[in-house]
């Protein structure tokens, strides 16, 4: 079992930047995919990004070429490097840990762990 906490979390103007971080727990780190996904008010939750075990990474459309993901498997940390940010992005973000899967996966039921999340605050 992994625990998550996230952070990193603010208010920032459009076209600024933001890092988040995901801590997990446990000796096993490495062995799991980790995913981004963000959550607005009165929407869905939807994938961001992802990060295979071997260091792959996935980007929904909507954040490709503005936002990274990135893993430090020595401090058990996913990050999720955030540019160029605009309105749209506003949202809590979540970081998730999947186990069971050759490859990460895009969809929230794939994703066995969940950190508390970090809201994310774009003004204009």
């Known amino acids: 079992q992994v625990q998550l906490v996230e952070s990193g979390g603010g208010l920032v103007q459009a076209g600024g930047s933001l890092r988040l971080s995901c801590a997990a727990s446990?000796?096993?780190?490495?062995?799991?995919?980790m995913g981004w996904f963000r959550q607005a008010q009165g929407k869905e939750r939807e994938f961001v990004a992802a990060?295979?075990?071997?260091?792959?990474?996935y980007y929904a459309d909507s954040v490709k070429g503005r936002f990274a993901i990135s893993r430090d498997n020595a401090l058990n940390t996913v990050y999720l490097q955030m540019n160029n940010l605009n309105l749209e992005d506003t949202a809590v973000y979540y970081c998730?840990?999947?186990?069971?899967?050759?490859?990460?996966?895009?969809?929230?039921?794939?994703?066995?762990?969940w950190g508390q999340g970090t809201q994310v605050t774009v003004s204009s």
């Open positions: 998730a840990a999947d186990s069971d899967n050759p490859n990460p996966r895009r969809e929230r039921s794939d994703y066995d762990y």
């Open positions: 446990g000796r096993t780190f490495s062995s799991y995919h």
């Open positions: 990060i295979s075990r071997r260091g792959i990474k």
